[in-house]
């Protein structure tokens, strides 16, 4: 039976990976929260570029603002969770509209996969 447990484990994490190494095999969509031209979406088509030119599969750059940045994070949130649609966010998003709202359309905890930190701000002084 543990053999069976082992072999049906090691399978699916095989199987895991495999599937992993196709990705992406169609473009993906980086959602920026915010009005154009501001600092994350600059982020945002930078990372993209360099996502495109490593894995060869186009990563689009599409602005969703409004309403403090729940309507993209919403977006984000409600979307099939394949990893083709991305969110780009701040503090605002994920930690500082938890405590401005009560009925947020989306549970930062629970909704999204942190990915990686793309840009740390420093204050003035050069402290963190």
Known sequence: MIKLISTVLFATILSAVASAQDY??????????????????????????????????????ETKPGAGTAIGSNAVAKSTPDGYT?????STPMAINVTLHKNLPY????????LALVAKSLRSGGQS
Request: a neutral charge.
């Open 86 to 90: 991305l969110l780009m966010a701040t």
């Open 24 to 61: 992406p095999t169609r473009p993906v969509t980086i959602v920026v929260p915010f009005t154009a031209g501001g600092t994350t979406e600059i982020l945002a088509r930078i990372v993209g570029q360099k996502l495109e030119e490593r894995l060869g599969k186009p990563f689009l750059v």
């Open 107 to 114: 549970d930062p905890a629970t909704d999204f996969v942190p």
